[in-house]
């Protein structure tokens, strides 16, 4: 950027990326705090995390979320940026094995479908494209980097313990914490005649008329159209 000898180009990149970084960690602790919110009011996390305010916030979330974020200082000393490093590579490992069960539950949702004889099309609001043949691939391609994303472990001189943990570790703990939920939980294996797919269906239906509504209504001030042709 010094090249181009353009004074103000440095500043109008950093300015670019603290906003993305803003906006990417408000998007993330949204997302994250009520994930753990609802994962409580389904009894699978701790209760204190139901806590919300009077305007409906899960504040109790929203605290362990930002705590957590802390962990990002780790990058300041030079020890602790490998401690951080071996977190993101979980973290990595933990996206990829995410979308292995995503790809699976819309697998198993696709099966139920068609043992129900239900017509895809018109059960789902929106129904995508090119499936059930999409949720292979999107598992085929999780699956295969869940396993070569840690590949230069194994590779001569590269072998470190610690490294091979946090990069392959969330594969045995994802597998010991649905097991022992099933054993302890009781839980069974539904079939793909026996799946319900009627519970809470008015819930989603009202939620995809009102955003739909809501997309399909005109803008009528300067801001809402500037809005509207943005995003």
Not at 146 to 158: E, K, N, T
Not at 183 to 201: A, E, M, N, Q, Y
Request: aromatic share 14%; proline share 3%.
């Amino acid at each position: 950027m010094h090249r181009l000898q353009i004074p103000v180009l440095p500043t109008v990149v950093t300015a670019g990326l603290l906003t993305l970084i803003v906006s990417g960690g408000n998007a993330y602790t949204f997302n994250a705090s009520r994930s753990l919110h609802a994962l409580a009011l389904d009894g699978q996390a701790p209760k204190f995390l139901r806590r919300t305010n009077r305007k409906g916030v899960p504040y109790m979330a929203v605290i362990v979320v930002m705590l957590l974020s802390c962990l990002s200082y780790l990058a300041l000393g030079s020890g602790s940026a490998k401690v951080l490093n071996w977190i993101l590579n979980f973290c990595t490992a933990a996206t990829m094995l995410n979308w292995c069960i995503i790809s699976i539950t819309w697998i198993r949702f696709h099966a139920a479908m068609r043992a129900q004889h239900v017509d895809r099309k018109t059960f789902v609001q929106n129904p995508s494209r090119f499936l059930p043949f999409g949720g292979y691939w999107a598992f085929f391609w999780a699956f295969l980097f869940l396993w070569i994303q840690g590949y230069a472990v194994f590779l001569d001189g590269q072998w470190e313990i610690s490294t091979f943990i946090f990069n392959y570790g969330i594969i045995a703990l994802a597998g010991g914490i649905g097991i022992c939920w099933k054993i302890i939980k009781r839980t069974p294996f539904h079939h793909s005649k026996d799946v319900d797919l009627v519970s809470g269906l008015e819930f989603f239906s009202s939620l995809t008329e009102y955003y739909r509504n809501e997309r399909e209504a005109a803008p009528v001030t300067v801001k809402d159209k500037i809005l509207a042709k943005i995003f």
